[in-house]
């Protein structure tokens, strides 16, 4: 993947992510609305990390993400010598920590609004790109140690 395919990929993420959110504060603030039996959006402020662990520790947590977004643009050129699927995994994650981050700046919470019933935890699309991403940048390690052998 080109680098400036990769930074497309961050924009697009990040985009959908403020479009979904901006959506959600607009129709669903304090409500929940339920599409199927399995699926409902349900409006969320969520001041912790994943599942709501560690609330209230917005500034924190404000901090770590803007050092870990700028860690990762850091390396992400050297990355793409290392395969496409970790260069795609750790762009995901970028773009969905930028949406998270911008929540976190402008609203000192994270909005969250999408409730699988099978899971535990309301999310948000870029809780998903950052989960897609590590699953995909971890598969990207992975391969290329078990061709190195």
Known sequence: MRHWLSFILIIS???LDRIAKTLALKYLFL???KITPFLSFTYVEN???SFGMFRDNNAFFTVFSAALIGILMLIRRRLASRGKALLFGVSLIIGGALG???DR???RCVIDFIDLKFFPAVFNPADFSITTGAVLAA??????????R
């Open 13 to 15: 993420v990040f985009t």
């Open 31 to 33: 409500k929940t609305l």
């Open 105 to 107: 700046i402008v609203y």
């Open 139 to 148: 598969f990207g390690m992975f391969s290329e140690q078990a061709t190195r």
């Open 100 to 102: 998270n981050l911008y």
């Open 47 to 49: 001041t912790g990390v």
